[in-house]
């Protein structure tokens, strides 16, 4: 890559990418997702509450949080992989001019399409796609197949793995500011949130909110699955069961009171958004009440 510092960090970093993207170009009517849970906190503030007010969706670097590990940070893991996939494109650059995560929703699934990390999600609109680039698998597993819209190959090696379902994404790495007034089409959320503050806090963005068909999982569903994450974590999701289910909101509850471990929370949340998806025969999407 240039050294070339007349381009922006963003700018470098996509030149970077492309040049080690083959294949052809991708359906320009592809979405990005950004997924997350929409009832959880930033600097203690309600995390939708803080996209309100500040218009604009930032990455792990500014916000200190993330539904994965949380290593942005100089010498953290992802910082490396930053360094390393962009070809140190950021290593000088603000927290605030680093890319956003989320991923190719190639499948045009109604829940996003990486829900590993969240029963919510943003679609953004389609040109953000110019400003995307790809890789396969996840950046934290040292990919070596990379894209951009213009040169990419990356679907088919997500269709032809075997990985589980939570690991078979095309991750995207979104440069440039995500502002929600210009770049997201749309808030998708859990129906479990209906009339709750998520809801409420969801009403005062700039865009239209729709509602996915929902994650549900009765404890005897999930007492079926002990070896996915773990028995501990089957224990777990069995204590903040309300009436014998689990959905995003119970889950989301759980989180908030603090009484828990976020990482042991995130596994319960693992299992829920695996084997809490409705069949195929469900309809894509629940229409507004």
């Not at 994965?68 to 001019?97: C, M, S, V």
């Not at 759980?254 to 693992?270: C, E, F, I, S, Y």
Request: overall charge negative.
């Amino acid at each position: 890559m240039s050294a070339d510092t007349s381009f922006a960090p963003h700018e470098r970093a996509l030149r970077h990418v492309a040049s080690l993207s083959r294949g052809g170009p991708l359906d320009p009517a592809l979405s990005i997702t950004l997924n997350f849970h929409p009832d959880r906190t930033a600097d203690g503030r309600p995390i939708l509450e803080r996209l309100a007010d500040d218009g604009v969706y930032h990455s792990q670097f500014v916000t200190g949080t993330s539904n994965g590990g949380l290593t942005a940070h100089p010498g953290g893991d992802r910082w490396r992989w930053e360094n390393r996939i962009f070809g140190g494109a950021y290593d000088n650059a603000a927290a605030h001019q680093r890319p956003v995560y989320g991923a190719l929703d190639f499948r045009r699934s109604p829940f996003g399409a990486a829900p590993r990390f969240g029963s919510a999600h943003l679609r953004l609109r389609p040109e953000a796609l110019a400003r995307t680039t790809l890789c396969y698998p996840d950046s934290a597993a040292e990919p070596a197949d990379f894209g951009v819209a213009d040169r990419c190959s990356l679907v088919a090696l997500a269709e032809a793995d075997d990985r589980d379902t939570l690991d078979d994404y095309v991750e995207a790495q979104v440069h440039g500011p995500v502002r929600l007034a210009g770049d997201v089409e749309a808030l998708v959320l859990d129906p479990g949130h209906r009339g709750t503050a998520v809801e409420t806090a969801a009403g005062r963005l700039p865009f239209p909110v729709e509602w996915h068909p929902g994650f549900r999982l009765t404890v005897d569903h999930l007492r079926r699955h002990p070896d996915y994450r773990g028995p501990e974590f089957v224990a777990l999701g069995a204590r903040i069961a309300q009436d014998g289910l689990l959905d995003p909101r119970i889950l989301g509850d759980a989180a908030n009171t603090g009484r828990h471990d976020p990482q042991a929370l995130k596994r319960v949340w693992h299992c829920l958004a695996r084997f809490g998806r409705p069949s195929r025969s469900a309809p894509p999407c629940c229409p507004p009440d």
